[in-house]
């Protein structure tokens, strides 16, 4: 039967350990997958604790998504399980909020390097450990399809969907999807350092009028990781309330009522 449950599946979610990664790693195990979580921290974080009633359906690991021998730290310990890997949610992202004529090159380094090249040594660790119906999810951001003005975030997430294109075409052949979602504002605690400002003027271009949850994000990682989907690859999905759809239009719409 087709259908959204991930049982008998391995998954790796990073930057697990709050926010949007916690609840993703919440929801697919609760659809029946065994969830690898990793996020910067020695210890078990306190935002994955109790986010699956499933004993030992979600399991912990340390991982710098940034560094690529704990990547290979992480492969090797896989595979002495006796795993194969069937899902990767590149989800770890930190934002930085220089604008154009601030930001400094150390500044879109930091970024790159977890928001872009941690996602490609996943991708790079991951995928020989993936078979056939395999899928990578890669979490942008609808930074990554406007001219958000923090440039070095911006930047890295308009990067990352040029290396989700790439993958999909690449892996396409093994059978192994990859595709992108695209939050909007989501309340998690990355948006909660955002000023009142920020999430004022973000509303405002919202159709939907709201900011998202982060079950709202898992659901759609999980469609995408699911038999549900499984003729999707390279496909760019935004979780956004409408935001990016209306390319604008929608201060000309409002002033027009
Ligand atoms: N919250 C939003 O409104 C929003 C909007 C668009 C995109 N996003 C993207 O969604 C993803 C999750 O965002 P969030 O709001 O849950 O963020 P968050 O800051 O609440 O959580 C991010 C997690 O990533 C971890 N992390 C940071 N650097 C890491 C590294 N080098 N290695 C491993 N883990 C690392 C952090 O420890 C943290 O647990 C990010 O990629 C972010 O860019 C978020």
Avoid: C
């Amino acid at each position: 039967m087709v259908s959204l449950q991930l049982d008998g599946r391995t998954v790796v979610v990073t930057g697990a350990g709050q926010g949007q990664g916690a609840a993703e790693a919440g929801m697919l195990a609760d659809a029946g997958a065994r969830v690898i979580a990793t996020d910067l921290a020695a210890d078990v974080p306190a935002g994955l604790a109790g986010v699956s009633p499933r004993a030992g359906a979600v399991v912990y690991r340390q991982l710098d998504v940034s560094d690529s021998s704990g990547w290979s730290g992480l492969a090797s310990w896989i595979e002495s399980q006796g795993w194969r890997v069937d899902g990767l949610v590149n989800n770890a992202g930190i934002t930085q909020r220089s604008r154009l004529l601030d930001a400094s090159v150390a500044d879109l380094r930091r970024v790159y390097d977890v928001n872009v090249a941690g996602s490609l040594l996943g991708i790079q660790a991951l995928s020989p450990l993936m078979g056939s119906g395999a899928s990578i999810v890669n979490v942008g951001s609808v930074a990554g399809l406007t001219a958000h003005y923090p440039v070095a975030y911006t930047a890295s997430k308009w990067a990352l969907r040029g290396l989700t294109q790439v993958a999909a075409m690449e892996l396409g052949p093994r059978g192994i999807r990859v595709n992108s979602v695209h939050p909007g504002f989501i309340e998690t605690p990355m948006t909660a350092s955002a000023g009142p400002e920020f999430r004022q003027a973000t509303l405002a271009e919202t159709p939907l009028g709201r900011t998202g949850t982060v079950e709202e994000v898992a659901g759609v990682v999980l469609f995408l990781l699911s038999p549900l989907s499984t003729f999707v690859t390279g496909a760019e999905i935004p979780v956004d309330g409408g935001q990016s759809g209306h390319g604008g239009a929608k201060s000309v719409s409002d002033a027009m009522r």
